[in-house]
Each structure stands twice: as structure tokens, then as C-alpha cells.
């Protein structure tokens, strides 16, 4: 099982950018996805989280309104949309599958920069 983050980079603030989640190895699609960040001198945070169907979403209020999480099935991929970036987004940001049996798997990270 593998997950491989992508998307992150330079945004200035009032920016977006899209991370895409892609999942490999998995049997099948039962498996909820969550992102998370860490910034520096931070403890690790969830930012957002999407069901296995996609029919059921969750996010950390402060963002809100900002992010949206998505999933393709087909494509074994999940996304972050994020939109109006702040530089408090500053963080490495890793996704996270966790199965119907309780076994949790993770991406590496993706840098995500937000300059004022």
C-alpha cells in the first residue's frame, strides 16, 4: 500500500492550490482519507477528512469555507482544494488512509508555502 502527496508549493496569500491524495496497492475502496499539516514547531493537525464514498465530509474550522476535500474512485485519488491561503496554512501537508479495519497508512508530505 502506498499513498503519494502532490501539489504543494510558493503561493502568495489570497491564493490556491490543489494537493492530490493517490492511493496504490489497496484491495479495495473501503478506506476513509484524511488530510493533516504540521507546521514548524507544531504538532501534527487534521485539516480534513472524506469517506470512503465520498458522501460524507469533515473539516477543522479554520478552514472552513476555504478547503475542499474530494475523492475519485476511478482514479484512487483524493483532493484538497484550498483556496484563500493564508500564511498560518504554512505547514507540510500529508494524507491518510484508514481502512474498515482500523489500519492506518500515511503519505509523505508535500510543502505548502504561503507568503504574505
Known amino acids: 500500500v502506498q499513498l503519494q502527496a502532490f501539489g504543494g508549493g510558493l503561493v502568495l496569500a489570497g491564493g490556491s492550490l490543489r494537493l492530490s491524495c493517490v492511493a496504490s496497492g489497496f484491495t479495495s475502496d473501503y478506506y476513509a482519507v484524511a488530510w493533516f499539516r504540521q507546521a514548524p514547531g507544531k504538532e501534527r493537525e487534521g485539516v480534513a477528512c472524506?469517506?470512503?464514498?465520498?458522501?460524507?465530509?469533515n473539516y477543522e474550522d479554520s478552514v472552513k469555507g476555504r478547503f475542499t476535500i474530494s475523492r475519485d474512485i476511478a482514479k484512487n485519488t483524493v483532493y484538497l482544494q484550498m483556496n484563500s491561503l493564508q500564511p498560518e496554512d504554512t505547514a507540510v501537508y500529508f494524507c491518510n488512509a484508514k481502512t474498515v479495519y482500523g489500519r492506518v497508512y500515511w503519505g509523505q508530505g508535500t510543502q505548502v508555502t504561503v507568503s504574505s
Open positions: 472524506i469517506s470512503s464514498t465520498g458522501g460524507s465530509t
